[in-house]
């Protein structure tokens, strides 16, 4: 048995015995497997988490995650439109607020207008860089 394996049941028991200790309405916990080097816990609110042991050195090795992002189509554009949604409100915003600089001169209009001009151009860069099905960006 591998070290990172001993500890991956050592983490295990140890849940196990603190969850035997708790009241079951107090558990969070609704299901714990153990499956060689790593953790599989299911809370009761339906969320799952995976614990995998892994040495440090192994860790320092995997400087870039392996698996990327998956999201699905539907999810993808939604998530698009909300982007989009957020670049037309700031650009809404930055109209009036230009009305607005007029009456009250003494707010850090410029400090702002480059904050958002920041996010606009984050936000466009962003849904202009990583489309569906992309190398790095599989969604």
């Not at 060689?36 to 040495?55: I, M, Q």
């Not at 400087?63 to 998956?70: E, F, N, R, V, Y």
């Amino acid at each position: 048995m591998g070290k990172e394996q001993e500890v991956a049941y050592l983490l295990f028991d140890l849940l196990v015995r603190q969850l035997e200790t708790m009241a079951e309405q107090e558990r969070r916990i609704q299901r714990l497997e153990v499956f060689e080097r790593r953790l599989d816990l299911t809370l009761k609110d339906g969320s799952a988490y995976v614990v995998d042991v892994r040495s440090r050195e192994e860790e320092v090795g995997e400087m870039t995650p392996t698996d990327g992002i998956h999201v699905s189509e539907e999810k993808w554009q939604e998530l698009v439109q909300a982007c989009q949604s957020v670049m037309q409100f700031l650009e809404y915003d930055k109209e009036k607020l230009r009305n607005l600089e007029r009456v009250l001169p003494d707010f850090p209009w410029e400090r702002r207008a480059r904050m958002v001009e920041r996010l606009l151009e984050q936000l466009d860069r962003a849904l202009k860089e990583v489309k569906p099905g992309e190398e790095g960006g599989e969604h």
